[in-house]
């Protein structure tokens, strides 16, 4: 049907961003066969690294070591009190406790942690990822899994069995970050390496890569790299890089992922919560993909800075796919942003959101925030068209919208949505 009012426009965008389903192409989740790697319930959520990050700007009294020393439900006792008692929650990490437990139906005006807690005892894992990814609406979640983790590895040899809702992504930031000291993993489980990279240490490392990708079935590798990554350059890093992942990502024909911009513990006492950023050369994006043509590239950068280069990066190249307003970015106003910027520069060729999740109950109100911005920027993207005479019809918006929510990610890795 074709939309005739900017009202109908607005009604019909708003609507269709809210119940599409989404392809959640990067978290921290596990399916339940992982076991306690999937964190869930209100405890979790309060001790978040980011509401860590937040509580202790509030304490100078508070010593780091007496904070790690408690259990975590202390820890969660602590931060409720600061964060959402002694202030309000209006940091988004914050609100975004609150709209879980909105969205779970828990009565907010009683501030009862306890009552909240003893929903969580009563229900079952498994019902409750039913439940969550039912109400965020997401269909598929895309997990970071790590092969240098003994803990998780011993998860995979021993056979989990499959939910198609989670999907694997193969992560490999020890190979590319700490080679130093990753090669002693590798060697432990049976490649063949040497710390200066001699002999066949390059193809073990192509094999080590073949193997898990056998293993997990992965979407794609991925990385996270620091602020000052540079490409070319004389490091392992970037030895392993071309001569490693390049040939094995074309060979498996799945794309490299690479976050770019970390800086890594920053504040070690504030461990997960101590990592920062930095502004990065677009130079190294740009030399990369133009150099691997045939190679497909996910890109995401984590300073606003590096934003604007990203979006004319991508579209001089198409093998690179930029997506998600990654960490310190996932905050309304800088989403916003970035979205409308992308969008106008690179239409709908562009992954807007991925969660980052780390706890199930997060996709709700990470899904449920940036849905609202997106369609906001959609709303203004169309009704400027409606403007310059362009006229929609509904099925055009709701391919768009799905696209924008996971079919530009199937298309780009050249596989069918497994949940459509
Ligand atoms: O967003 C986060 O939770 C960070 O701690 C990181 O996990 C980051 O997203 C990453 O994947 O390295
Ligand atoms: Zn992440």
Sequence with gaps: MTIATKEQLTAFVTETVRTTPVTDIHTHLFAESFGDLLLWGVDELLTYHYLIAETFRFRPDLSYDAFWQLSKQEQADL????????????????????????????????????????????VSASDYIDRILKLANVKTVVMTNDPFDAYERGKWESGTSQDPRFLAALRIDPLLNLWDSSWSKLKEQGYEVSADLSGGTLAEIRRFLKDWIARMNPLYMAVSLPNDFAYPEDSARVRIIDECIVPVAREAGIPFAMMIGVKRKVNPSLKDAGDSLGKSDIGAVERIVSKYQDVKFLVTMLSRENQHELAVTARKNRNLLVFGCWWFLNNPSLIEEITRMRLELLGGSVIPQHSDCRILDQLLYKWDHSRAIIGKVLCDKYSDLFDAGWRLEEEEIRRDIEDLLGGVFWKFLGKPDPAA
Excluded: M, Q
């Excluded at 988004?92 to 005006?109: K, P, Q, Y």
């Design 79 to 122: 931060i409720w009190r600061t964060l959402f008692i002694d202030h309000s929650p209006y940091s988004e990490a914050c609100r975004g406790v609150v709209t879980v437990l909105n969205r779970l139906g828990f009565d907010l005006a009683k501030r009862d942690l306890e009552e909240y807690r003893a929903y969580f005892r009563s």
